[in-house]
Every structure is written in structure tokens, then in C-alpha cells.
């Protein structure tokens, strides 16, 4: 956050205007969907994997159909709309159309995509299968592949660049027009034309009967892929299709997905059904990619029995009328069993991938209890913050909603608790005239982009600079507080409802005036970024100057929120671009310690975060992650598995264990709600359109 002051700054022109992140954004739901039971995608997650589905775009408008889909998968793979004959029927004529009906679906519905596929023997057209000259044929695939991929670059996850090459009980490829006019070559020239096309996806070969580890033709595949590895030839995932009869997997699968894996390529179930749909079968397939920490996902070939290419083996998890069959059952149970490894933090295109597949323990998210502290696991069985992180960042998440009388272009300066089945955030929306707030409230992050935001200042908040908020609830008082900035002082209002908007009192100051030790100290800086965090004692007001210091006040717990003085310097560093703004101090769970975050301006003009760690609030502060190379999070260390929405990792706040005036955070699993924009957008800073997004941390140990 910065102050109103800027307002003055000159104005250059509007580069873009909404921003291109809104239409690339793929975020993945997150979180238990805390409204009601767990979902497939929500249960797969807190481990790091994804649970995905095939997608017909024909069945889109079946309400019973994308009701399912919306609810339970944040994957999808269109069924044959990326195929060869659905994108280029003739040659150099492309449709992209039904592709993009679902790419579109999928971004407004916060789910990833596979893209498949680009090479395949079957839905091929006839112009290319009777294509015998070699030059020709290379160029017409080339094209093919830059063209689509082109097309949906940013969009797609993981493409199946090269699909079914390989001939069953046989460690040779099949025979195919690829194969028989361009030689054994042509999967290593799709590859590499595919890294080239977007560097930024996954390329994933992809493939059925290999899930059996002593076949020949699993054997084959595998081969080849030891050796593209050892030669550099880009691949970064091997799909197992798992179309498996009654049975279900083999028992050696378990084997074969770690021995690809440990050939430094993730590995993924990407066409899951099975005959009848046994429990167990089902159950025994999800515990084989559980127990890989390189088995990112599972994907069932479609919703409903009646929408599998085998309808008549009913081999789904949903029964022709949506209902959910045992096998559903039996894979919810399995997923959230806490049994396996976390899924790795996927390691990017170019990354050279460790050779050993060790598995880890499962991620487990804690969720809020009524008593506004934590729900099981105890604290003390709680890990510990690391010294580097990784995150996976989403894609835009909540994107501003002007209306009549709020022009406004951006939202900022997140905060957010988890309480009563929802989360409620509030930001800040900065227009050229100047900041209010709004309030928003979600059951699950897919839905947070489509939630209603209400404006504060229609409260008796009411109109005027009012910036910057946190939000908490005061136990001792049994009130919720939300803290924002009001340019010369840091202010409150109160509420015994968090989930009415309108329930907040007028704004109050903590201060008669500004500190003197701040107003001696703030030089052309701005007061910004209030913060309050309460250990059992005393109550602590955290603010910024962006000029380099971080200022600390305290009251007691009890005389709260009355009190606040002894002002001091908490933090300070002569380059003010090092201690800029956007402070936040939160407790870690089970542990003697604080974690402080503060916003930093880096060498490239992006901001990003540093952290630091102290065994009290007002201690002094050692660091954690604390540069530019190795940061809290900042371009350095999040990844953008839906494309690159932003460059600035900026003001935001951690998911919190609980919802009060503690702030404890778990150190597992951590994520974080931040502000980014369009890394080309260029205007006033108030005009910037900021865009909120969600850090999940990948490197978790916990
Ligand atoms: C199937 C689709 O489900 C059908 O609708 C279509 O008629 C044929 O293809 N392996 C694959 C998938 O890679 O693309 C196939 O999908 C199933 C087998």
C-alpha cells in the first residue's frame, strides 16, 4: 500500500487495459470446500496434487454435468477438442473454437488444463495420414504443434505433446504416419518443437498399457524416456492413461510410476476408468500415485457413466443420474487418509530434476475451529518454517469490480480469515481519486473471483481515504476489528458480525497524532500498512514509512484498542527500497516464535518479500529468507503453473490457522493472498491493475 500522496505522481499512458492475466487465470481450488463435504479437487490437494476429468465441450450446457465438474475437478483434459482433426480438419486452417469453450470454462472456474494432445496416430485426418514425402510431413507437424501451442499459450498446464507412439507387447513404436515417413526421430522432434513453442508448459509423453512394469511396451517407453533425459531432450512428465478392466491396476504400478519417476520426470494418471468401477480398484489406483511424491495428479476419462467413451463397462465415478458410486466413496477416503507423500514442487521445463523419488510426509491442512485458534493436528506436533521457501503461485484469483459510482482499476492489500465455513477478505480498491475497501466472502477460492464485493463505504465506515486493511477477531472483547490506514492516522472499526458489511462502527484513530519518532524519521515517506498481532499480554501496532523503517507501538491486552504508545523503531535499513511497506507479524503455530514479512522493492523495480524470525513480538529480528536471490516470496522462488500473471509479489497476507488476535499461521503448507498486475501495465500508481492471487507453498516438509 502506499499513501494518498501518490496520487500527484505524473500520469504515462495506459498500456493495457484489463489486464491479459484475467484471461490466462487457471488457479487450482485449494482448499477444502468448507461449505460442505470434501470434493475430489479439494481432497487432493493439501498434498499438492490435482484431481482432474475429461471435459466435452458439447456437454458444458448440462447443468447436472458442470455442476459436478465445477464442484469436484481443478483439472480438466478436453476430451477431443485439442485433437488433430477437431483444430487443423484441413491443412493450415485452424479451429480453435471448441478447444477454447472449455479453455474458457476452465479459467473462469478456477481448474488447470491439459492440452491433449499434438501428436497422435488416431484423430488424425486423412491429409496427414497420406502425407509420404519427409520435408513435407515435418513441416506440416512442426506447424502444427507451434500453432496450437501458440494458440493456448499460458493456458495449458501440461501438454501430451506425443501420444500412444508405442506398439502394445512390444518395446518398439507403433506403426503410424509419424513414424513410417520421418523414423524412430519424430517423437524427439515434437518435444523439442514443443519446448520451443511455450517453454512454460509441461511436455508430458502419454500412453496406456505401460502401467504394468515388466511389459515390454512399459519397458519401451521407458527406455526412451532414460534416454531423452540423458541426452537433454525436453520432457517433464509421463501420463499413464490407467483405462484398466475390472481388476484395475496391475500390481506392479506402484513400481513403474516410481522408476519413471526417479528417471527425474513427474508422472501423472491422466485417463482414469475402470470396468465396473470397482471400490477397491479405484482406492488401489489412488494409493499408487499417493505413495509417489512425484505423482502430481489423477485424471478419470469423464464425469458421469453415461459421458465414458466405455459407457456400457459404467466405469466412472459418478452413475448416469450424477450421483456419486462407492468408487467415488473409496477415492475421497483414500485422498484424504493422510497415508503417502506430498506431491514434489514440480520442478520447471529446464530444471534439472534430482534422480531420487524420496517420499515425503503428507501435507495436512489445519482448519479453524469455532474457538478462533486452531483445530487438530495439536500445535506441538506442528512442524517448522523452513530457511528457503518455493511457492506455486494461482492465477488471478479476484480482479476489481467497478461500478457506478467506483471507477476503480485495481484490488490490493488483501486481508483475510478463514471463519465459520468461509473466507472474508477485505482490500483496498484504488481509483484515480483516491482508496476505499471493499468486503468479499467465498466458500472455496474457485468461487472468489465471482463473489459479490461490497464497498465499506457505504458502511458506516463510510467515504474517504480509508486503505490498507486487517482484519481479526478481539476474543477478549468477542469483536471483530478491522485496522486500516486514514493517511495521518491508523484506524478501527468494530463489528459483532464479521459477515455483515454493514456492521462496522466509524472509524477511530489509535493515535492522537502522528508519533513524533515517525514524523521525525517518515522524511518524503507515506505512514502506511497498519497492524495489530496480540501475544497474552500486550497488544502491538506494526506501521511503515516507505523510507525504511518499520515502527512498533504497544498497549495492553486489556486497555485495547485504548493506549497505543512507546513508539520505536522495529526494523530499519538505510536503503528503504530493502524495508519498504506491507509488513505483517504473525505467531507460529506450536512454536515460541514470530514470523515477520516486510515488502521490499527489488533490483529489477518488482517487489517481493523478506522475512525474518524472533522468539517475541517486540524482539529483535533475525533473518529467515531474507534476500532478493533467496526471499520469503518474490520472482525468485514462485512458480506459475497457470501462466505468468505478474512479476511483483506485493502486499498480501498468510491463510491463517485461526481467525484472532494471535495471527497464528501453521509452518506447513503455508499459503499466502497477495497483489500482482500485469508485469506490462504502466499508469499512475493508483490506476494500476492490481489483481489478487494465492502462494501455495511447494517445499513444505510439513
Ligand atoms: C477417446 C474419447 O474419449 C472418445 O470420445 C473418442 O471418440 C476417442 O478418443 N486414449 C486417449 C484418448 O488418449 O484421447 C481417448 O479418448 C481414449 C484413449
Known sequence: MKGLHRLGRR???????????????????????????????????????YFGTAVAAGRLGDSTYSTILDREFNMITPENEMKWDATEPSRGSFNFGPADQIVSHAASHGQQLRGHTLVWHSQLPTWVSGITDAATLRSVMNNH?????????????????????????????????????????????????ARAADPAAKLCYNDYNIENWTDAKTQGVYAMVRDFKSRGVPIDCVGFQSHFGTGGPPAGFGTTLSNFAALGVDVQITELDIATAPPTAYANTVKACLNVSRCTGITVWGIRDSDSWRSTDNPLLFDSGGNPKPAYDAVISTLGAGT??????????????????????????????????????????????????????????????????????????PSVVYYN???????????????????LSFTDWSQ??????????????????????????????????????????????????????????????????MPTIISQNIGNGYWVDMWVICDSANCYLFSSDDNGQLYRSQTTLSQFPNGMTNTVIAAQDANRNNLFEAANVYKVQ????????????????????????????????????????????????????????????????????????????SPCGMQYLYQGRDPNSSTDYNSLPWRLGLLTQSNSAC
Open 340 to 413: 503417502g507423500s506430498s506431491a514434489s514442487p514440480s520442478a520447471g521445463p529446464s530444471t534439472s530434476s534430482s534422480s531420487t523419488d524420496q517420499p515425503r510426509t503428507k501435507t495436512r491442512r489445519v482448519r479453524p475451529t469455532a474457538s478462533g485458534t486452531t483445530a487438530s493436528p495439536s500445535p506441538s506436533a506442528s512442524g517448522s518454517l523452513p530457511s528457503t521457501f518455493q511457492w506455486s503461485s494461482s492465477g488471478v484469483l479476484i480482479a476489481p469490480k467497478p461500478d457506478a459510482s467506483h471507477n476503480v482499476a485495481g484490488i490490493k492489500d
Open 448 to 513: 472468489a473471483g465471482s463473489a459479490t464485493q461490497y464497498y465499506l463505504d457505504q458502511s458506516p465506515i463510510g467515504r474517504g481515504y480509508r486503505a490498507a486493511p486487517q482484519v481479526f477477531y478481539f476474543a477478549p472483547q468477542k469483536l471483530w476489528y478491522l485496522v486500516y490506514q486514514t493517511g495521518d492516522n491508523a484506524s478501527y472499526s468494530t463489528n459483532a458480525d464479521i459477515s455483515n458489511p454493514n456492521g462496522w462502527s466509524a472509524p477511530k484513530g489509535f493515535y492522537s497524532s
Open 145 to 193: 504443434i507451434t500453432t496450437a501451442m501458440t494458440h493456448f499459450k499460458g493456458k495449458i498446464h501440461s501438454w501430451d505433446v506425443v501420444n500412444e507412439a508405442f506398439a502394445d507387447g512390444s518395446t518398439q513404436h507403433r506403426s503410424s504416419v509419424f513414424q513410417n515417413v520421418l523414423g524412430d526421430g519424430f517423437i524427439e522432434e515434437a518435444f523439442r518443437t
Open 11 to 49: 500520469r504515462r499512458a495506459v498500456v493495457i487495459g484489463l489486464s491479459a492475466a484475467a484471461a490466462v487465470a487457471g488457479a487450482v481450488t485449494l482448499l477444502p470446500n468448507s461449505a460442505g463435504a470434501a470434493t475430489l479437487g479439494t481432497q487432493a490437494a493439501p498434498s499438492g496434487r
Open 590 to 665: 506450536g512454536k515460541n516464535q514470530y514470523l515477520l514479512i516486510v515488502e521490499a522493492i527489488g533490483s529489477d523495480g518488482r517487489r517481493y518479500f523478506r522475512s525474518w524470525t524472533s522468539n517475541s513480538i517486540d524482539g529483535s529480528w533475525t533473518a529467515l529468507a531474507a534476500s532478493e536471490s533467496s526471499p520469503f516470496a518474490g520472482a525468485a522462488n514462485v512458480t506459475f503453473p497457470a501462466g505468468a500473471w505478474t512479476r511483483d509479489i506485493s502486499h498480501g497476507e498468510m491463510i491463517r490457522a485461526g481467525y484472532d488476535q494471535t495471527l497464528t499461521i
Open 421 to 439: 465455513g468461509k473466507y472474508h477478505v477485505f482490500a483496498s480498491v484504488a481509483d484515480s481519486s483516491g482508496y476505499s475497501m471493499v468486503y
